[in-house]
């Protein structure tokens, strides 16, 4: 087929190739008669559209319109079966992403703020803003509001798990009464920050609960680059809890959890927490985000010796890093349950390292430093 053929010519040629194609995909299904008399036409079309016969072009295509759809029909309902092809198609593909190369994951507790945040809930005396407002606060901020008045004298009974998917933690809050509410945070959370929980009794038109909610950053985390190079210190890195039976002691939880913390020390490393200071292999630890840590500004508190905890629990105790194992320590070193309870992390259970807050856009938006 020429550049300078006529239109027609060329959509001939390019029906002809489309039969061409089908014919032999559907070969398996096509008796011997069928086959060879519909390659005959189409070998004629083929011919037909290298002379530029206009007549012969609409005639065989006609006839090879209706004979296919007589031998191979089209499917019922085809263009719902190519919808869901193409769905599963970018299921799988999506699936595979998250299995090799990236995987969403939400932080779920304060042990890395400020660098991370994770759920943050606080009562306010206010009323919510207007919904503009509203709107524009859950965009930009992740933040929800919550207003509960309560229409009878009621108490509350317990506080429910009602996690959705990997990105959302709430809480069913169940009333004597029979009355359920939903806020976007975990029972602990509804807890200790909100100060809500099983006994809590309200009267008839009186507030409560009025809060602001601010979900904790959604995260990215490169399953990709650990195939390439070993871990390094202050990586913020994810990891799972399986058999970390310290940890698991600690919470009480027999299902594997992921944990997002700053790694802190390597195989072979010693290391030493002197408040407000990391000390690594008798040296101040000297990469940026640790001294960020130890600044003491901007949030951070430094590291802290936690006498309760098992390691690093005073300024003249060091631990050194077996083989196969990484410290993890958060940044928010008072209120983090790390390797200083439960020891270092096995290296078949890192995941990835942190790299990206894709949501929500105020704060962290961008690369986890």
Not at 40 to 47: G, I, M, T, V
Not at 94 to 113: D, E, N, V
Request: with cysteine; net charge positive.
């Amino acid at each position: 087929m020429t550049l300078f053929a006529p239109k027609y010519a060329k959509e001939a040629y390019h029906i002809a190739k489309n039969v061409q194609r089908l014919l032999r995909y559907k070969r398996d299904i096509l008796n011997n008669g069928d086959f060879e008399r519909l390659s005959a036409k189409n070998d004629d079309l083929f011919a037909a559209a290298k002379a530029s016969n206009k007549p012969a072009i609409e005639a065989l295509t006609k006839e090879l319109d209706v004979e296919i759809g007589k031998v191979a029909p089209m499917p019922n309902h085809h263009s719902w079966r190519e919808n869901c092809e193409t769905i599963l198609v970018a299921i799988v593909i999506a699936l595979g992403i998250r299995a090799y190369f990236l995987q969403p994951f939400k932080i779920p507790t304060g042990s890395m703020q400020p660098t991370l945040n994770g759920v943050i809930a606080k009562r306010q005396d206010t009323p919510p803003p207007n919904a503009v407002q509203r709107a524009w606060e859950k965009v930009w901020n992740g933040r929800t509001y919550v207003n509960l008045v309560s229409p009878v004298d009621d108490e509350v009974l317990q506080l429910i798990n009602r996690p959705f998917l990997w990105f959302s933690q709430s809480t069913q809050i169940v009333m004597a009464s029979g009355s359920t509410y939903k806020i976007p945070c975990s029972p602990q959370d509804t807890e200790i920050q909100l100060g809500i929980r099983p006994g809590t009794t309200v009267k008839t038109g009186e507030t409560l609960l009025r809060a602001n909610i601010t979900t904790g950053d959604q995260v990215f985390v490169d399953k990709f680059t650990y195939h390439f190079r070993a871990p390094q210190r202050a990586d913020v890195f994810v990891f799972t809890t399986t058999n970390i039976e310290a940890l698991q002691r600690y919470t009480g939880a027999s299902q594997t959890q992921f944990y997002i913390k700053r790694l802190a020390a390597l195989p072979g490393d010693n290391a030493r927490i002197d408040e407000p200071n990391l000390f690594l292999n008798g040296e101040l630890a000297t990469q940026w985000p640790f001294q960020r840590v130890m600044s003491l500004q901007n949030g951070y508190q430094g590291y802290m010796n936690i006498e309760s905890a098992p390691l690093l629990s005073k300024p003249d105790q060091s631990f050194d890093i077996p083989a196969g194992g990484y410290l993890a320590l958060g940044d928010n070193s008072r209120n983090s349950l790390d390797s200083r309870y439960w020891g270092p992390v096995p290296e078949p259970n890192i995941v990835g390292r942190g790299w990206l807050v894709y949501w929500p856009f105020g704060q962290h938006f961008g690369f986890v430093k």
